[in-house]
């Protein structure tokens, strides 16, 4: 481990130990603490108290998360929503950046594309179904999958805030010859 990965480790437990000791001494905290659901409710809630527990490796601090050309950095979308960049589009492709947060296909609604999509995670988790599958695929960060043209499938679910990022590849299959 590098050194500056060492300080970033030892000031995350330091913030995580400061969050702990206050949690022991106020029952209002400690009451909220124990209401949380998920990872995200606590990061939120420490927060909240002027501590910052949920950075990964390598994350710079949240106010220096501005840089627009980051692919894994910005603002989470609404709850339900996603929002969709197209990073590079040509005649043959098109690569987006989707941050989807809480979001699922509408009930009844299947992506039947004309195009073959290829999906990596790069952040969060999420959970797709295949028209042709009896259980869904769960993908984690870092996973990818490639999805024919025309093979029915939709979103279950995905991760609440920070939310789930993914880069999508889209390109025409060739011509039967």
């Known amino acids: 481990m590098a050194e500056a990965q060492l ?3 030892l000031e995350k437990v330091r913030q995580l130990n400061a969050f702990v000791a206050l949690s022991e001494a106020d029952p209002g905290l400690r009451a909220a603490l124990r209401d949380c659901g998920d990872h995200h409710q606590v990061v939120a809630l420490a927060r909240s ?3 910052e527990i949920g950075r990964r490796w390598g994350e710079p601090p949240a106010g220096d998360r501005a840089d627009a050309s980051s692919l894994v950095r910005g603002p989470c979308p609404a709850a339900g929503e996603e929002v ?3 990073l590079l589009q040509t005649p043959q492709l098109r690569l987006e950046r989707i941050h989807s947060c809480s979001a699922s296909s509408p009930e009844g609604f299947w992506y039947d594309q004309t195009e073959h999509e290829w999906v990596l995670l ?6 797709l179904q295949f028209a042709d599958e009896r259980e869904p695929r769960d993908l984690a960060c870092g996973e990818a999958l490639q999805i024919s043209a025309g093979r029915r499938h939709r979103l279950l679910t995905s991760d609440p805030p920070p939310g789930t990022i993914w880069l999508a590849l889209f390109w025409t299959p060739f011509p039967a010859q």
């Open 49 to 51: 108290c002027g501590f």
């Open 122 to 127: 790069l952040q969060g988790s999420a959970q």
């Open 7 to 9: 300080q970033q480790f």
């Open 84 to 86: 969709t960049t197209v």
